[in-house]
């Protein structure tokens, strides 16, 4: 996939997950009540300060869409936090049988959006030569 091509889907999926960070956390905590996207017994405190951070993550993830090589450190942030919180998740279901509900929810879901973000993302030596998705 030639660079110019990785950074429109690139644009593409930071919106798709900057939708899904502002308003899929909420919705799968509070409406759809997704077994493995709430805590038992239920901790609305900690449960809305996550609702709150994804959902400014997402808002940034918006913004970083319209030109996602001036805004690569987020884009990087996102990626390996995704990656680390998936991978910490992981091991804590994989030992406590209260969270395996996690290993078909918000596991996989981390870990996918820090392999896209990560693949996606040009290359440094590719940021020389791409233009702005807002060039063409």
């Known amino acids: 996939m030639d660079e110019l091509a990785r950074l429109k889907y690139l644009s593409w999926v930071l919106r798709v997950f900057g939708v899904i960070s502002i308003a899929g956390v909420f ?72 969270e395996r509900a996690n290993l078909v929810g918000d596991v996989p879901a981390l870990i996918l959006i820090g392999i896209v973000l990560w693949w996606l993302l040009p290359r440094e030596k590719a940021l020389v030569e791409a233009p702005s998705i807002g060039d063409r």
Do not use: C, K
Request: hydrophobic share 50%; net charge negative.
């Open 27 to 98: 919705l799968m905590m509070n409406v759809l009540d997704v077994e493995s996207w709430t805590w038992e017994p239920r901790q609305s405190e900690y449960e809305q300060m996550i609702m709150g951070i994804y959902a400014v993550l997402g808002v940034f993830l918006l913004l970083a869409a319209r030109n996602p090589l001036q805004h690569r450190s987020l884009i990087q942030f996102t990626a390996w936090s995704s990656l680390v919180h998936g991978g910490i998740m992981l091991v804590q279901a994989l030992v406590d049988d209260g």
